[in-house]
């Protein structure tokens, strides 16, 4: 004769409650991990958070600035020295990639120079040597009529600038790359008549520097 078993409401109450506990202590589990988680982050960004870099133009100097016409294409010969400094007492700054162009009134007159990167440690400083060309880079129409009117005034204003990717390091932990982006504004005295350089700016102009 086969045995029925029958369980009572009783014992089915209790293997439910031991399933909820389990799906519990898993939930408690992962909550705890992802807690500490997100609380590494929040420590590292609300209380390491790194300053972004500084950049100043220590010094910039035209060599050749030619304008030729039908079509309009520009020859160009400039060096240029950057101050870099990483203002963060903890946190040093891989600079993994560097490309350096001139341009005048909105238009890039020289192709992107790289350099090579380097690793800048806490409150470090370095000096960026880049030297600019550009033969027979196309410009707009207005460039010569840019250039007239700035002998006029008997100033020019030229922007040297940097994109690149960097990565933060605080200890052993290394952030993914970033973006940046730095114009520095190098203000030359040009005229009456167009020269073909040198011009020179040691003004030693601040930078600004988007992150």
Excluded at 92 to 104: M, N, T
Excluded at 160 to 168: E, S
Excluded at 202 to 209: A, M
Aim: one cysteine or more.
């Amino acid at each position: 004769m086969s045995q029925i078993h029958v369980k009572s409401p009783q014992h089915c109450a209790k293997k439910n409650l031991s399933i909820d506990k389990r799906y519990k202590k898993l939930f408690y589990a992962f909550f705890t991990f992802l807690f500490s988680i997100l609380s590494i982050i929040f420590i590292i960004y609300f209380l390491l958070h790194p300053s972004k870099p500084e950049f100043s133009l220590k010094e910039a100097d035209i060599y050749q600035l030619n304008l030729f016409t039908n079509p309009q294409l520009v020859n160009s010969s400039i060096q240029l020295t950057l101050l870099s400094k990483n203002p963060n007492q903890k946190v040093g700054i891989y600079y993994d990639e560097l490309l350096v162009h001139a341009s005048y009134k909105g238009q890039q007159i020289t192709v992107s120079t790289s350099l090579p990167p380097f690793y800048q440690g806490h409150e470090g400083s370095n000096l960026l040597t880049a030297s600019l060309t550009g033969n027979g880079v196309p410009v707009a129409s207005s460039f010569r009529y840019e250039v007239i009117r700035d002998t006029t005034v008997g100033k020019m204003v030229m922007n040297l600038k940097v994109n690149g990717r960097l990565r933060w390091k605080l200890g052993t932990w290394v952030s993914r790359k970033y973006r940046f982006n730095v114009n520095c504004a190098a203000i030359m005295p040009f005229g009456p008549s167009i020269p073909s350089g040198p011009l020179s700016s040691k003004q030693g102009t601040q930078c600004s520097t988007a992150v």
